[in-house]
């Protein structure tokens, strides 16, 4: 095969590998782009050309990572990954850690380790990597990788979510909570709702989001129900759709734009946590985005013109 065949066939690990240390589709596509920019323009002739091409994607990926921490420092609110509808690596034998890896509450536990030690995590606990591959990836000795895996796994197992396993339950909580969420059922809402849920936003001060957290099932079930006809109303529809490999839906308006994009945390048969990203630089990659804003000004006019009905 031709090094250009290698790489389409090895691209979806190294899109992968990349989003799971970075946490950004763009991020990590980029990283993906300039690690055939320079396989295509050496001359080394690596007699693992996976292990070469995954060595590469994770130095670059570790460099655009320490960079991106200082601007998360400064984001507006809280920060969420870039939401993952689709992922295009399979492995059937590392199934499971592949669907853990990218979660949302997963991807949000590994910002806290260094980059080093996130880098090591991703390629020995979700791919398998030996210890040797991972050395030369990260430029460091066997020993200190093993010393780096022991500890984010530490770390890691200490704030691992853990989610339901079963896929046709969470499907079926999942359509039960949006279509209570689409008839402002707040009843039916509640039902579904851990007791200590909370819900989320990323707006990253580019889409309008609550500022903080709303905790517990009876103010999150009245905030959904609250403005969720009105949402509705407006022609705004929701596609269920596996966000980030757990439950979630696609907010589309009536001219098929992405206004936001919701996913859930599945615990115990209870919904532990709604996160939403308005931020339209996160939705992008997904398709066209909608004015957030004016849609937003559209249903606070909507909502005062229904209250001073008689």
Same mark, same amino acid.
């Given at each position: 095969?031709?090094?250009?065949? @290698?790489?389409?066939?090895?691209?979806?690990?190294?899109?992968?590998?990349?989003?799971?240390?970075?946490?950004?589709?763009?991020?990590?596509?980029?990283?993906?782009?300039?690690?055939?920019?320079?396989?295509?323009?050496?001359?080394?002739?690596?007699?693992?050309?996976?292990?070469?091409?995954?060595?590469?994607?994770?130095?670059?990926?570790?460099?655009?990572?320490?960079?991106?921490?200082?601007?998360?420092?400064?984001?507006?609110?809280?920060?969420?990954?870039?939401?993952?509808?689709?992922?295009?690596?399979?492995?059937?034998?590392?199934?499971?850690?592949?669907?853990?890896?990218?979660?949302?509450?997963?991807?949000?536990?590994?910002?806290?380790?260094?980059?080093?030690?996130?880098?090591?995590?991703?390629?020995?606990?979700?791919? #398998?990597?030996?210890?040797?591959?991972? $050395?030369?990836?990260?430029?460091?000795?066997?020993?200190?990788?093993?010393?780096?895996?022991?500890?984010?796994?530490?770390?890691?197992?200490?704030?691992?979510?853990?989610?339901?396993?079963?896929?046709?339950?969470?499907?079926?909580?999942?359509?039960?909570?949006?279509?209570?969420?689409?008839?402002? @059922?707040?009843?039916?809402?509640?039902?579904?709702?851990?007791?200590?849920?909370?819900?989320?936003?990323?707006?990253?001060?580019?889409?309008?989001?609550?500022?903080?957290?709303?905790?517990?099932?009876?103010?999150?079930?009245?905030?959904?129900?609250?403005?969720?006809?009105?949402?509705?109303?407006?022609?705004?529809? $929701?596609?269920?759709? @596996?966000?980030? #490999?757990?439950?979630?839906?696609?907010?589309?308006?009536?001219? #098929?734009?992405?206004? $936001?994009?919701?996913?859930?945390?599945?615990? @115990?048969?209870?919904?532990?946590?709604?996160?939403?990203?308005?931020?339209?630089?996160?939705?992008?990659?997904?398709?066209?985005?909608?004015?957030?804003?004016?849609?937003?000004?559209?249903?606070?006019?909507?909502?005062?013109?229904?209250?001073?009905?008689?």
């Amino acid at each position: 095969m031709t090094r250009a065949d @290698d790489f389409v066939e090895l691209r979806p690990l190294l899109f992968a590998i990349a989003y799971r240390i970075l946490g950004s589709v763009s991020e990590a596509e980029d990283a993906v782009q300039d690690t055939w920019l320079r396989y295509e323009a050496s001359d080394v002739e690596p007699a693992s050309v996976k292990s070469y091409l995954s060595a590469v994607v994770t130095r670059i990926s570790i460099d655009v990572l320490r960079s991106a921490r200082v601007r998360r420092e400064s984001y507006v609110g809280p920060w969420f990954p870039e939401p993952l509808v689709t992922d295009p690596y399979e492995d059937p034998e590392r199934a499971a850690e592949l669907a853990d890896s990218v979660s949302m509450a997963a991807l949000l536990l590994l910002e806290r380790l260094s980059p080093l030690e996130r880098a090591v995590f991703v390629l020995r606990e979700v791919f #398998g990597f030996d210890y040797d591959e991972i $050395a030369a990836a990260v430029n460091r000795s066997e020993a200190a990788c093993r010393q780096l895996a022991a500890r984010s796994r530490r770390h890691m197992e200490a704030g691992r979510p853990r989610f339901d396993t079963d896929r046709r339950e969470r499907e079926e909580l999942a359509a039960r909570f949006f279509d209570a969420f689409r008839s402002g @059922d707040v009843h039916g809402l509640k039902e579904l709702l851990a007791a200590d849920v909370q819900a989320v936003a990323d707006g990253g001060g580019k889409g309008p989001a609550f500022a903080r957290p709303i905790l517990g099932a009876d103010n999150v079930a009245r905030m959904i129900s609250g403005f969720s006809p009105l949402l509705l109303d407006s022609g705004v529809v $929701a596609e269920l759709h @596996d966000v980030n #490999g757990q439950p979630g839906a696609i907010y589309r308006t009536p001219d #098929g734009k992405i206004a $936001a994009i919701i996913g859930l945390d599945v615990l @115990d048969g209870r919904i532990q946590t709604v996160r939403t990203i308005v931020n339209p630089e996160k939705l992008e990659h997904i398709g066209p985005v909608a004015d957030v804003w004016a849609l937003r000004d559209a249903l606070v006019e909507e909502r005062k013109r229904r209250r001073e009905l008689p």
